[in-house]
């Protein structure tokens, strides 16, 4: 999964979607994982490089990144 090609993100974490006028912003651990899915990067080293720079546990970490990959998928955000 990867971001849409049109959606702007600025390195403070603003995101805008110019297909709906919509625009949202995530804190520092958000604009971080939206760069790396920018980069195509899979959810699994995502959730690894985030994990191990933040010191969260592996399961917390994979329970908070897939409640966040489903609101992005729900803002219309990720495509397949």
Known sequence: MKLK???????????FNPGTG???????IG????????????ISD????ISSKYEVEKNQMEKDM?????LLFSF?????
């Open 5 to 15: 090609k049109n959606i702007a993100v600025s390195e403070s974490g603003f995101i």
């Open 66 to 70: 897939d409640d966040f990959i489903s």
């Open 46 to 49: 995502i959730s690894a490089a």
């Open 31 to 42: 604009a971080e994982i939206i760069r790396l899915l920018q980069e195509n990067k899979p």
């Open 76 to 80: 219309n955000l990720l495509e397949r």
């Open 22 to 28: 919509d625009s949202f912003s995530v804190n520092e």
